[in-house]
């Protein structure tokens, strides 16, 4: 079992940045495959970026490619997404999950993810 905490979301303007964490607990965090989704308001939930157990992969959604980091310490049980040049479009809350597959590539799919956290709020004021 897995329990995830988002924080860092709030209130930016176009073009500023901010670092989200999502920490974990359990004892098996470093076997966890992570990933960032979000959902803004009325529309469905989709996949931001998403990072393999080692780190060793990285995997981003188009929309966010190039502004967008994700980045894990597993001695810390935590996830980073650290967004940059952010957009009033990058509004929504935003969700970590767990991914209990022991892979080495990372999954984009909602149903594929095990454990979810209740989610952050970021928004971009034009």
Known sequence: QVQLVESGGGLVQAGGSLRLSCA??????????MGWF???PGKER???????????????????????TI???????????????????DTAVYYCA???TYSDYVRTRLFEYDYWGQGTQV????
Do not use: C, H
Request: no cysteine; charged share 20%; proline share 2%.
């Open 38 to 40: 979000r959902q803004a």
């Open 98 to 100: 767990a991914d209990q």
């Open 123 to 126: 928004t971009v004021s034009s």
């Open 71 to 89: 980045s894990r310490d597993n001695a810390k049980k935590t996830v980073y997404l650290q967004m940059n040049s952010l957009k009033p479009e």
């Open 46 to 68: 989709e996949f931001v970026a998403g990072i393999t157990w080692s780190g060793g992969n990285t995997y981003y959604a188009g929309s966010v490619k190039g502004r967008f």
């Open 24 to 33: 974990a607990s359990g004892r098996t965090f470093s076997r966890y495959a």
